[in-house]
């Protein structure tokens, strides 16, 4: 992993921890929220970049 991929993966930590610990219910599912669509958007990124590497690891599973 380089510096940038650590630095995401302890900003992602930090919130979950936060999240976790917060007694505000709704700023908690935020964060939460917040987290999924950063994924969710890091994952569409990434299959529009690299498709065949997708087909072709579904191809390996099988």
Known sequence: ???QQDI???VIFML????VSLDIDWL?????????????????KQVKEEPEAISSS?????
Do not use: E
């Open 1 to 3: 992993m380089d510096s």
């Open 8 to 10: 995401k993966l302890v």
């Open 16 to 19: 979950v921890l936060t999240a």
């Open 28 to 44: 908690k599912w935020m964060i939460i929220m917040v987290i999924f669509i950063y994924h969710l958007v890091v994952l569409i």
């Open 58 to 62: 579904r191809r390996l599973s099988d």
